[in-house]
């Protein structure tokens, strides 16, 4: 397999499960009370702490599961089930899951929730961790992947008072659903997957 079909092959869950233009939405709903210079610190702070959680599962992951005795079986079943969770929420409200309790003027917003768990969440820690386990190369299209993806974070979350204007919400949402659907799928992917490699097919 070439390069550009791993890169493919790893970007696209990726992409999906990270969602960029979902949580846009509701970066846009959740900073309407900050200034510009505001809202673009706390796009800088989804960008890099986002990347770097994602980037440490991508590179320790297995390492960690390991010294825990988890077998990547196991959490690819797990993150599996997660996943799902997250595709059906996805369908079923039009955004992502959302964190509980009012974050308005939170000079931290951009760490939590955004950076962590809505960008760098239970999800997409599970998903790296798949996704890089297969060698050196898998990892590296792994860090490419969740770079660029969260380069176009910063980028959206960035001018997303004026990607709201020109798009508006109802078309994101319809976005986010369609999003969810491929989440799902994924999901019972992997759970498939393991399945057959418990049973030796």
Do not use: C, H
């Amino acid at each position: 397999m070439s390069f550009l079909l791993s890169f493919v092959d790893i970007f696209f869950p990726l992409f999906v499960v990270i969602d960029p233009f979902g949580t846009m939405v509701l970066f846009m709903t959740m900073t309407t009370e900050y200034s510009v210079s505001e809202q673009k610190v706390a796009a800088k702070d989804a960008f890099v702490y986002g990347s770097i959680i994602l980037v440490f599962f991508s590179v320790t992951g297995s390492v960690i599961l390991s010294l825990m005795g988890i077998s990547l079986t196991a959490i690819q079943i797990a993150g599996g089930i997660i996943l799902l969770i997250m595709g059906i929420e996805m369908v079923r409200e039009g955004d992502r899951p959302k964190s509980t309790g009012k974050t308005f003027n939170n000079p931290d917003l951009g760490i939590v929730p955004f950076a962590t768990p809505l960008l760098a969440g239970p999800g997409a820690i599970s998903l790296v961790i798949i996704l890089s386990r297969e060698g050196l190369l898998s990892a590296v299209i792994t860090i490419i992947s969740v770079l660029a993806i969260f380069v176009m974070v910063f980028i959206l979350f960035s001018y997303s008072r004026q990607i709201s204007r020109a798009i508006g919400d109802k078309p994101m949402k319809a976005v986010t659903r369609i999003f969810g659907l491929f989440v799902a799928g994924f999901a019972i992917q992997f759970i498939l997957d393991a399945v057959l490699i418990i049973a030796g097919v």
